[in-house]
């Protein structure tokens, strides 16, 4: 069980959700043609949540004296597992989530895929080891990260099977993927800002250079509502460009997502408190979660 807290199951479990909501729920249900077959399609999903379970295993390392003053209830390295079986475990996780890529990669003759996976797994290291402390370099990086775990499915799924004949329709296809990918980072990206402002205290004892650090808790709330406002609105000129004569994804969109993320803007404006800061974090986790859901909705929009 120790182990499963590690590598954060629930995250893992999200990531293979989504991807699978892309594929199946998406891609096949609006009749894109695709590049991977089912075994294929799970060698992809493995090596992603691999490499994304190395992440939060090299992240809780890297976050011990962190955590032990943010969130002493998560720590586990040294409490419950060594760090040097953390590290090993880290190693293995990473090494079978590169391997899959390469054999994944190779399978479908673009060779060059492969490197891709080289970059996550150096990326999460580097973001865990340094990049996490520094001013929004390591927010931005993370959010990307996550995101990729989205893009990476059109990367392999849409653009070997492009030809002369579907490429305008590809193309098509892979931009669906890519206002997923949009909204998972943006989501991500404010949920890490937020974090950061619940975790303030902790991490100015510990030297980092986050951005409420930096700025004041204060400046960078206000940046949060002004990204919020700016993000309604993309949200609202989307719903109207794409669900308005489809009545129950307008209302999916209207009252759950929208609805959600307006409550959150304006919940964002009036917080003051670490439990407050903390409520909304969640609240950005669900709203994600109810996005990548929408993806159900694909087929009666397409």
């Given amino acids: 069980m120790a182990l499963l807290n590690l590598i954060r199951w629930k995250n893992l479990l999200f990531i293979t959700g989504a991807q699978y909501l892309i594929k199946y729920g998406l891609l096949i249900s609006i009749n894109a043609k695709t590049t991977l077959s089912n075994l294929e399609f799970i060698i992809l999903v493995l090596s992603t949540i691999c490499l994304a379970a190395a992440g939060h295993i090299i992240n809780a390392i890297y976050d011990t004296e962190t955590d032990a003053t943010n969130n002493p209830q998560r720590v586990i390295i040294s409490k419950i597992i060594p760090e040097q079986t953390a590290y090993t475990y880290f190693i293995v996780f990473s090494v079978v989530g590169v391997g899959l890529g390469f054999l994944l990669s190779h399978k479908i003759d673009k060779s060059a895929f492969s490197g891709l996976f080289v970059m996550i797994s150096i990326s999460l290291y580097v973001y865990a080891s340094y990049l996490k402390q520094t001013f929004l370099v390591g927010t931005i ?152 859901l929408s993806i159900l909705l694909y087929p009666i929009l397409d």
């Fill in 141 to 292: 990086l993370i959010s990307t990260l996550v995101c990729m775990s989205i893009l990476i499915v059109g990367l392999f799924e849409l653009l070997p099977a492009i030809t002369l004949n579907n490429q305008q329709l590809q193309l098509e296809r892979f931009k669906l993927v890519l206002h997923y990918t949009y909204f998972v980072f943006i989501i991500n990206f404010l949920r890490e800002v937020v974090k950061d402002i619940h975790n303030i205290n902790g991490n100015y004892n510990l030297g980092m250079k986050t951005l409420p650090i930096v700025i004041g808790r204060n400046r960078t709330t206000k940046i949060v509502f002004v990204l919020s406002i700016v993000f309604l609105l993309i949200l609202i000129y989307y719903s109207a460009v794409f669900t308005i004569k489809h009545p129950i994804a307008l209302g999916y969109f209207v009252f759950l997502i929208i609805g959600s993320f307006l409550y959150f803007t304006i919940k964002i404006l009036y917080a003051e408190t670490k439990k407050e800061f903390q409520l909304l974090s969640k609240l950005l986790k669900a709203i994600l979660l109810i996005g990548i």
